[in-house]
């Protein structure tokens, strides 16, 4: 398998980059239509995707995830978080509870983190041996390769920020009684292996960004410029080649309804 190497080395990312309030709310407002339509699209069209957000703890995965389900149909799109496998899925192969969640046809499917839990946490705490945490970068690339010739669309994003930026994020949260919950003490432990985290993360956006599933990495520092810069990636991979022009109403059913809001008013 063929692998797409990347001069992206997560230490080199401009974390100063930041949009003012204006530019932030144009853009958030033109991404988030741009999702409508790309929905609306897919209804239609059968086209299906998969979204994939990776990143640090508290990097802003969560608030890119909910300001792109606001403006979606729930019907055709499911929001997949994922932790560490329980039960029967601890006892299968790592890739299979990720094809039971795959998206069917008109459906959008995101996955805040995902199967590349094999390449950081399980490979950094030692949960998987290193045979099989170096067999996974070739069998993640073969998996996408297989959604992507099946017809699937896949847009990944990874999100960082530095380590003093994610401790104000973790003192927000431990202030706000609405966010506490997000705090665990494996914040501590991954912040202990900082650099570990970062040498994972680099040789796995090397060698798993790839021409059909390449990664929109982003630095988010500065939460609103990550949010739209995120948003406006999957967007863009989303609707590549895709007609979001809105479906044409059948003619008889317009001009009934037409019909029924006249007469109603007399």
């Known amino acids: 398998m063929s692998e797409k190497k990347t001069a992206v080395r997560l230490a080199d990312l401009d974390l100063t980059t930041r949009l003012d309030e204006q530019d932030y709310e144009a853009r958030l407002g033109d991404a988030q239509t ?3 339509q790309i929905q609306q699209a897919y209804l239609k069209t059968g086209d299906e995707a998969v979204v994939v957000f990776e990143g640090w703890d508290a990097a802003g995965k969560g608030g890119a995830i909910r300001r792109m389900a606001s403006v979606m149909d729930p019907r055709g799109f499911r929001v997949w978080p994922i932790g560490a496998p329980k039960g029967r899925d601890a006892e299968r192969h790592y ?6 969640r795959l998206p069917a046809k008109g459906e959008i499917g995101v996955f805040d983190r995902s199967w590349y839990g094999r390449v950081l946490v399980e490979r950094v705490e030692g949960f998987a041996a290193e045979p099989e945490w170096e067999r996974a970068y070739e069998e993640i ?10 017809g699937t669309r ?10 003093a930026e994610q401790l104000k994020r973790f003192e927000k949260r431990l202030h706000d009684p609405l966010k506490r919950w997000k705090l665990s003490f494996e914040d501590f432990r991954n912040r202990d292996k900082w650099d570990d985290y970062e040498r ?3 040789e796995m956006l090397a060698r798993t960004d790839t021409a059909w599933a390449p ?14 810069a995120a948003l406006e990636g999957v967007a863009s991979r989303l609707a590549a080649g895709v007609d979001l022009s809105p479906p044409p ?3 008889e059913l317009e001009a009934r309804f037409r019909k029924e ?3 109603a008013k007399g």
């Open 261 to 263: 809001v006249k007469e």
């Open 200 to 202: 994972a993360a680099d």
């Open 215 to 228: 990664w929109h990495v982003i630095p988010a520092n500065h939460k609103k410029y990550a949010r739209v």
């Open 95 to 100: 890739m299979a509870r990720f094809w039971d």
């Open 249 to 251: 109403l059948d003619p």
């Open 141 to 150: 690339n073969a998996f996408e390769k297989q959604l992507v010739d099946a």
């Open 154 to 163: 896949i847009a990944k994003v990874f999100l960082y920020i530095d380590r």
């Open 34 to 36: 741009c999702f409508q």
